[in-house]
C-alpha cells in the first residue's frame, strides 16, 4: 500500500473547475478569476460565477440578484426554528439546526438534477444571512428584522443584524467579506461536503457537512478566536509578551499558519486594508494596532528562530474587520458560512455533475487477531 500522507498534504484527489491556488505566489482564482478583480464585483455576481460556472451579464445579474431577495425572508415556520435555538451557543450550532428543518420542508429533498440543485442553491444562499441575524437578534431578545430589497448581500446582513443601514465603509467590507470567503478550493469544509455529495445524498446534507466541519477552530472557527485574542489582550504594546507567552506554551495563534499557502493569502492582504479603512474611518485603531503588532511579532520570532515566517490567514484580519463591524464572536463562523455557502454548492454541483463515490483506504497498522487461544 502507499505511503501515509498525514492530514492528505499534498495529496492531489480530484480535479475542479471551481477554483485554484497558487500556493508559492499566492493567487487565488475563482472559475479562473483573479479575487483580486472579482472582490469589485458584487457578492451577487461572484456566487453566481461560482455556482453556474460564468460571470453574468447585466440582465441575468439582474434576474438573480431578483430571485435572492424573494427568497431572503425566513418565513414563518423556519423563524420559529431559529426561535427555539435560543440557547447560548454559536450561531453554527443554529444554522446548522435550521438548514436541516429547511431540508424537511422541501418537496425535492430528494431530487438531485441541476435544476432542482440550483434552485435549492438559491434558497440556501439568500436565507443563510437571515437566519444568523435573526439568531442573533433573538438571542438578545430583539425582534427579527426583514431584509431590505434595496441593499446588496453584505449590506442587508448588517442591517437585519442592527435594525439600521450600514455605512458605506461598512457594507463595502461586509460584501467583500462575503467575496473573499466564498470559494477555496479543497478546504476541509469543501472537500467534506463534496465526500457527502459523492454518496448522491441531499444538497441540504452535504451543506450541512460543510457547517460542521467549517465548524472547528482549526478552519473556519479560527476567525471567532481570534476575536476573542483581540477582546483578551488589553492594548497594542502587550500583543508581543501574549503571543511571545503562548510560543513557549507551544499554543498556537489562531489566524496563522496555512496547508497551502507559503507566502501571504492573498486573501489577507485584502482584509488587512479593509481593517485599516474601518479602523480609521471609525477613529478606534486599537484592535489593528494589536492585530499588526501580533502580526509582526510572529513574523520576526519564525524568521528569527525557523528561517521561514509564520503569515496570518484569511482569518486573521477578517476577524479585525468583524469586531469593526460590531459582529459578536459566536456569530463569526456562521457569518464566514454566509460567504461559503456559493462555494460548498458550486462543489457539490460540480460533484453531482461527474460522480463517482469518493472512498479512500487506510492503512490498519495493529496486529491481526484470532478469536481462539
Ligand atoms: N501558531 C503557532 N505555530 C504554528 C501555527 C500557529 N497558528 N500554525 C502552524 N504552526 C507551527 C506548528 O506548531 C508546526 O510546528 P512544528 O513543526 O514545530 O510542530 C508547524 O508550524 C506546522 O504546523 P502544522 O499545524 O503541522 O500545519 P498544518 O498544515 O497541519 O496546519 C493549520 C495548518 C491548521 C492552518 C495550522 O497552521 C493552524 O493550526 N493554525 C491555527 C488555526 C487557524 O488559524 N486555522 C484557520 C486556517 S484558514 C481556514 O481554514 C479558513
Not at 451543506?207 to 483578551?232: F, Q, S, W, Y
Request: net charge negative.
Amino acid at each position: 500500500m502507499e505511503e501515509v500522507k498525514s492530514g492528505l498534504e499534498n495529496v492531489v484527489v480530484l480535479e475542479t473547475g471551481v477554483s485554484s491556488i497558487d500556493g508559492t505566489e499566492g493567487v487565488l482564482r475563482y472559475r479562473g478569476f483573479d479575487i483580486n478583480d472579482l472582490v469589485y464585483l458584487p457578492y451577487d455576481a461572484v456566487s453566481y460565477l461560482l455556482i453556474r460556472g460564468k460571470l453574468p451579464d447585466d440582465n441575468e445579474l439582474a434576474v438573480y440578484s431578483a430571485t435572492l431577495n424573494e427568497k431572503r425572508e425566513l418565513g414563518e415556520y423556519v423563524q420559529n426554528v431559529v426561535r427555539a435555538c435560543n440557547f447560548n451557543i454559536e450561531a453554527m450550532d443554529a444554522l446548522r439546526t435550521t438548514i436541516s428543518y429547511m431540508s424537511h420542508c422541501d418537496p425535492d429533498l430528494n431530487d438531485n438534477s441541476e435544476e432542482a440543485n440550483l434552485r435549492k442553491a438559491t434558497n440556501l444562499i439568500a436565507k443563510f444571512p437571515t437566519i444568523v441575524a435573526a439568531f442573533s437578534r433573538i438571542l438578545k431578545g430583539e425582534t427579527p428584522v426583514s431584509p431590505d430589497p434595496t441593499l446588496s448581500h453584505g449590506a442587508n446582513f448588517l442591517y437585519m443584524l442592527r435594525g439600521s443601514k450600514p455605512t458605506e465603509i461598512e457594507a463595502e467590507a461586509m460584501e467583500k467579506d462575503f467575496i473573499l470567503s466564498a470559494e477555496h478550493e479543497l478546504n476541509a469544509s469543501s472537500f467534506a461536503s463534496r465526500i457527502t455529495a459523492s454518496t448522491c445524498s441531499d444538497l441540504y446534507s452535504a451543506i450541512i457537512t460543510g457547517i460542521c466541519t467549517l465548524k472547528g477552530p482549526l478552519h473556519g472557527g479560527a476567525r471567532m478566536e481570534v476575536m476573542n485574542m483581540l477582546d483578551e489582550i488589553p492594548a497594542p504594546e502587550a500583543a508581543e509578551a501574549y503571543v511571545l507567552e503562548k510560543i513557549a506554551n507551544k499554543e498556537k495563534i489562531m489566524g496563522f499558519g496555512h496547508r497551502v499557502y507559503m507566502t501571504q493569502d492573498p486573501r489577507t492582504i485584502i482584509f488587512k486594508v479593509l481593517a485599516k479603512q474601518l479602523a480609521e474611518s471609525k477613529g478606534e485603531t486599537q484592535w489593528y494596532r494589536t492585530a499588526e503588532n501580533i502580526e509582526n511579532t510572529l513574523f520576526a520570532e519564525f524568521m528569527g528562530k525557523r528561517g521561514k515566517p509564520l503569515y496570518p490567514n484569511v482569518d486573521f484580519y477578517s476577524g479585525v474587520v468583524y469586531k469593526y463591524l460590531e459582529i459578536p464572536p459566536r456569530l463569526a463562523t456562521a457569518v464566514f458560512a454566509a460567504g461559503r455557502i456559493s462555494g460548498w454548492i458550486a462543489h457539490c454541483m460540480e460533484q453531482y455533475s461527474d460522480n463517482r463515490v469518493i472512498r479512500p483506504r487506510a492503512k490498519y497498522v495493529k496486529p491481526a487477531k484470532t478469536l481462539k487461544a
